[in-house]
């Protein structure tokens, strides 16, 4: 009976040539900063050794793959009822269509998994490149993309405490001064207790308009309230719940600021279940002028973001960095404008 001969592993390779693991699938990625002369050590190896780890790697030893790994930070169930990653992936989509390249859609629902995932297709030769949609304060994922050498892009920024030395890709809104924008709107129509409702602060466009909502207050010289900010969960019954404990608990606010459409919508539902009016009431103002922001009833004041525009840009960044195109800018701050609608009220009156 003929035996079945063994597969060669990556761990074969690497030793023959007396080199790392990752040295190997370094060259096999293709990257930069590789000596001329271990990568035909290594290749010279693979040849030898017959290794074919699978369809994948085989097709970047010729060539790129052409596929790019679209990271989302979160569950497919939260990601996919979000307008903001439909509208994003259709501009990452125009792109990537055009120029030939696939789509891979990449849903972790922790951090260490999406770091050892994320990781293990690059390695293995899956993934020409990476666009995460999200940023950490503390992003382990990014500072392995960095020691990996892998192309990626960012959608938002990294904070300045993470200490990277090299420039990154990066697309964004100026998330502070929008957030600020919209406080200093409301503070203007004369409103001082305006709750917040945010996201996890572990996350860093959540931890900027924060920032922003806090800014405004000091700068206008108006006691801030900490107690005014609401971290929610995705879930619109989240929201719901918070805004009615909260609107129990502090007869004194008169406006809520939403870090999206979404929470804001929501946040309207809960008012009018309590059998208050927007804007008369409550005034309410949102993030990201979605489709359903001038749906809904009243009609719903917020920051217009070029979500669509972002999503195009992040994918020709990486598609360039793929393609070797280095001439191009790393740091694109797209601008946004406040959409003014009725649930803010500055139609009705001027409290100032």
């Known amino acids: 009976m003929e035996m079945k001969k063994k597969s060669v592993s990556i761990k074969d390779v690497a030793k023959?040539?007396?080199?790392?693991?990752?040295?190997?699938?370094?060259v096999l990625h293709k990257y930069p900063n590789v000596p001329p002369e271990t990568e035909k050590l290594v290749m010279s190896?693979?040849?030898?050794?017959?290794?074919?780890?699978?369809?994948?790697?085989?097709?970047?030893?010729?060539?790129?793959?052409?596929?790019?790994?679209?990271?989302?930070?979160?569950?497919?169930?939260?990601?996919?009822v979000n307008p903001f990653f439909a509208d994003v992936l259709r501009g990452i989509g125009s792109v990537t269509q055009n120029k030939g390249y696939y789509?891979?859609?990449?849903?972790?629902?922790?951090?260490?998994?999406?770091?050892?995932?994320?990781?293990?297709?690059?390695?293995?030769?899956?993934?020409?490149?990476?666009?995460?949609?999200?940023?950490?304060v503390y992003d382990d994922l990014i500072y392995s993309l960095?020691?990996?050498?892998?192309?990626?892009?960012?959608?938002?920024?990294?904070?300045?405490?993470?200490?990277?030395?090299k420039e990154l890709y990066t697309v964004n809104t100026d998330n502070v001064g929008d957030?600020?924008?919209?406080?200093?709107?409301?503070?203007?129509?004369?409103?001082?207790?305006?709750?917040?409702?945010?996201?996890?602060?572990?996350f860093v466009v959540n931890e900027d308009r924060y920032a922003g909502y806090r800014k405004a207050f000091i700068e206008n010289g108006i006691d801030y309230d900490p107690h005014l900010?609401?971290?929610?969960?995705?879930?619109?019954?989240?929201?719901?719940?918070?805004?009615?404990?909260?609107?129990?608990?502090?007869?004194?606010?008169?406006?809520?600021?939403?870090?999206?459409?979404?929470?804001?919508i929501a946040a309207i539902q809960a008012i009018k279940s309590m059998g208050l009016r927007v804007p008369e009431d409550i005034a309410v103002i949102g993030f990201n002028d979605y489709d359903i922001a001038s749906m809904v009833e009243p009609k719903l004041t917020t920051v217009r973001v070029p979500i669509y525009e972002m999503g195009k840009r992040t994918a020709d960044m990486l598609i360039n960095q793929i393609e070797q195109k280095e001439s191009q800018e790393k740091t694109a701050i797209f601008p946004t404008e406040l959409i003014l609608r009725e649930s803010c009220g500055h139609h009705l009156y001027n409290r100032s």
């Open 45 to 80: 190896a693979v040849k030898k050794l017959n290794y074919i780890p699978n369809t994948a790697a085989q097709s970047l030893i010729k060539g790129s793959l052409k596929n790019i790994g679209v990271v989302f930070t979160r569950s497919a169930e939260d990601a996919l």
């Open 146 to 165: 960095i020691e990996e050498h892998a192309k990626f892009v960012l959608s938002g920024r990294v904070m300045e405490t993470m200490g990277y030395k």
């Open 179 to 202: 957030s600020y924008k919209v406080i200093q709107h409301l503070i203007q129509l004369g409103h001082e207790k305006i709750v917040f409702i945010n996201g996890p602060r572990e």
């Open 229 to 264: 900010e609401i971290q929610t969960s995705h879930s619109p019954q989240s929201v719901r719940e918070s805004v009615i404990a909260m609107l129990k608990k502090r007869k004194d606010v008169t406006a809520i600021f939403a870090k999206d459409d979404l929470k804001a």
């Open 103 to 136: 789509l891979q859609l990449l849903f972790y629902k922790n951090a260490k998994e999406e770091k050892k995932e994320t990781i293990r297709l690059l390695r293995s030769g899956r993934l020409d490149g990476v666009i995460l949609l999200v940023s950490r």
């Open 16 to 26: 023959v040539c007396n080199v790392s693991v990752s040295t190997v699938s370094r």
